[in-house]
């Protein structure tokens, strides 16, 4: 089946110029397109969205409107949507804090649109997973204690001079030092990826890569996380193979 994205812009020129760089980026995509919340909230539920491209102000003429950001808050909401990219379309200059820490937006496009960067950006977007369920038991041994965990409680690893330091989501645990290949090769989950020769990373937690900057924003309040240099390659290559 192919993806479908959903433009939500009330500019004529803006969703026809968004609807031109979707096309040039994959033309098997589905566009469908809305000026307000209300019908993206019909479209979304009438259709299986990849990817939403959402102006934050659907209604100029409303001093203080954001009901574009407003429409994205609620899906979030839903289990269907809650992994889906969102990457906002706006000409607000405070927006990307909020954005990124509120509603996990996978990105934003500022207005007038660079048409480059929109294509990668979008590129990128269209191939980027959507979180699903793993059901996987995984076992640390401390001394002679073994603890059982599900891998989703596993947020990331990391590994010190001395010691691995297993981050769940409930608090830490200590381990005895051991290498990443050594950990990935034992608890064999796709979940899990290598981002930095020290570093583990739960694909679940991520909230936000940022590949210029080298960090991962992580879900939850669990914090940052740096991407290595020579993991970057490989880190994204399989982040978007999913």
Sequence with gaps: MNKSVLIIEDHRNSMEMLV?????????????????????????????IALFLVDVV??????????GMNFAYRIRKTDQ??????????????SKLYAYSDIHCYYYLEKPFDRD???????????????????????????????KRDISEVV???????????????????????????????????????????LIVNKDYIDLIDPVSRYIKLKDGYGQI??????????????RNG
Excluded: W
């Excluded at 979707?22 to 993206?40: P, Y």
């Excluded at 659907?58 to 009901?67: K, R």
């Design 20 to 48: 031109q760089i979707v096309e040039s980026v994959d033309r098997s995509v589905g566009i469908k397109t809305v000026s307000n919340e209300g019908d993206a909230y019909i479209m979304a539920f009438k259709n299986k």
């Design 117 to 147: 960067k929109a294509v990668q950006v979008i590129s990128e977007a269209l191939k980027f997973p959507q979180t699903r369920t793993e059901f996987h038991d995984v076992f640390f041994r401390k001394d002679s204690i073994f603890y």
């Design 156 to 198: 990331y690893i990391e590994n010190t001079r001395l010691k691995q330091i297993v981050h769940l989501v409930d608090g830490k645990l200590e381990l005895q030092y051991k290498p990443c290949k050594i950990i990935l090769m034992e608890i064999q989950s796709e979940r899990l990826l290598q981002c930095s020769r020290n």
């Design 226 to 239: 740096d991407i290595g240099i020579s993991f970057k390659k490989n880190f994204m290559r399989e982040i």
């Design 81 to 94: 949507y809650r992994y889906t990219p969102i990457i906002f379309v706006t000409a607000l200059e405070d």
């Design 58 to 67: 659907l209604n100029p003429s409303n001093p203080g409107d954001v009901s």
